[in-house]
């Protein structure tokens, strides 16, 4: 790892809610590359409760605001289910693949 690696390094901001109004926006360095870019652009955590870090969320665009959610559902380490949240109240409820 080169000293550069870590201009690279992004904050990705992400919100969570629960559905009652109420939403948590976060914040935490980008740590994973889901666009293929070589530029990391993901936050990995575990975003279904499983117990493992396997989930992502991920800032498509650039925007810095997290706006997919990429999930492990199955526990196979490859992600399978990714959701958008539409309502901005961090529900993350709109499937969009599979
Ligand atoms: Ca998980
Ligand atoms: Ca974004
Ligand atoms: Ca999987």
Redesign the pocket.
């Given at each position: 790892m080169s000293a550069s690696v870590e201009l690279d390094m992004t904050d990705i901001d992400y919100v969570f809610g629960t559905g009652d109004g109420t939403a948590h926006t976060w914040s935490a360095p980008a740590d994973l590359d889901l666009s293929g870019t070589g530029v990391p652009d993901a936050v990995r955590l575990?975003?279904?409760?499983?117990?493992?870090?396997?989930?992502a969320l991920w800032d498509s665009d650039g925007d810095g605001l997290a706006d997919v959610a990429a999930?492990?559902l199955d526990?196979d380490g490859v992600l399978d289910h990714y959701f958008t949240d539409p309502s901005g109240l961090g529900t993350w409820d709109e499937q969009i693949w599979p």
């Amino acid at each position: 790892m080169s000293a550069s690696v870590e201009l690279d390094m992004t904050d990705i901001d992400y919100v969570f809610g629960t559905g009652d109004g109420t939403a948590h926006t976060w914040s935490a360095p980008a740590d994973l590359d889901l666009s293929g870019t070589g530029v990391p652009d993901a936050v990995r955590l575990d975003f279904d409760g499983s117990g493992h870090p396997d989930d992502a969320l991920w800032d498509s665009d650039g925007d810095g605001l997290a706006d997919v959610a990429a999930l492990d559902l199955d526990g196979d380490g490859v992600l399978d289910h990714y959701f958008t949240d539409p309502s901005g109240l961090g529900t993350w409820d709109e499937q969009i693949w599979p």
